[in-house]
């Protein structure tokens, strides 16, 4: 598969509970992208990694929020003690060339609801 | 940091006829002008991009220009489909690439049959 795949899709949960994202990226590029999507605006950098070193962080990513690429493949988004405006879309994406230069792939996402 | 202003917010055109959208930006650095296309419910996939050592790039239906001086770029659709029906959104980057885009808040194109 050469997309970037994205687990679970739809998650409902109630504030204060923790949740985590799982995203797998195409294959041996060592760049992965997370970013926040909320209704009617456009994708907000949350996060970067190449390999398993994270490089970049933005001032969205509060401390109740970790990402982590242990092996610098495969990455999780973890949430923790959920709010409200947690609610959202969270994808993930890859630099569609292994170089990193121009298009971003992005996956289906996982879209967040807290109740 | 970089600040992307999208315009308008909603478009709605006659099937046939050209569209056109037109993004703002802050950092003079930036270098990497590309467009994404959202369907409802899909992901955002891009359909063009600029970088800044051109003025213009033309792909079938769709152009992208770019003024440097103004800190200004458009997309521009001609000959409209019922297909083109989408959320546009611009981006801009001052690292070349994938790294540091900045988004804008999004164009809803609706293609009036």
């Known amino acids: 598969d050469t997309g970037v795949s994205q687990d679970p899709r739809h998650k409902i949960t109630k504030r204060g509970q923790n949740v985590t994202f799982r995203c797998d990226p195409i294959?041996?590029?060592?760049?992965l992208y997370w970013y926040r999507q909320t209704l009617g605006q456009g994708p907000e950098f949350l996060t970067y990694f190449q390999n398993e070193a994270q490089l970049e962080k933005s001032r969205l990513l509060s401390d109740r929020f970790s990402a982590e690429r242990p092996k610098g493949s495969f990455s999780t988004l973890e949430i923790q003690r959920t709010e409200q405006g947690d609610s959202a879309m969270y994808l993930c994406?890859?630099?569609?060339?292994?170089?990193?230069?121009?298009?971003?792939?992005f996956g289906e996402g996982s879209r967040l609801t807290v109740l | 940091g970089e600040n992307v202003e999208q315009h308008p917010s909603t478009l709605s055109v006659q099937e046939g006829d050209s569209a056109v959208i037109k993004c703002t930006y802050s950092d003079s650095a930036s270098n990497y002008f590309p467009w994404y296309k959202q369907e409802l419910g899909k992901r955002p996939q891009l359909i063009i991009d600029i970088r800044s050592n051109v003025g213009e790039k033309k792909d079938q239906r769709i152009a992208v220009t770019l003024n440097k001086t103004a800190k200004h770029f458009s997309l521009h659709i001609t000959e409209t489909q019922p297909e083109d029906s989408a959320v546009y959104f611009c981006?801009?980057?001052?690292?070349?690439?994938?790294?540091?885009?900045?988004f804008g808040k999004g164009t809803h194109l609706i293609i009036q049959p």
């Open positions: 994406a890859s630099p569609l060339t292994a170089g990193g230069t121009g298009e971003l792939f």
């Open positions: 981006a801009a980057s001052q690292r070349g690439g994938a790294d540091g885009l900045t």
């Open positions: 294959s041996e590029h060592n760049r």
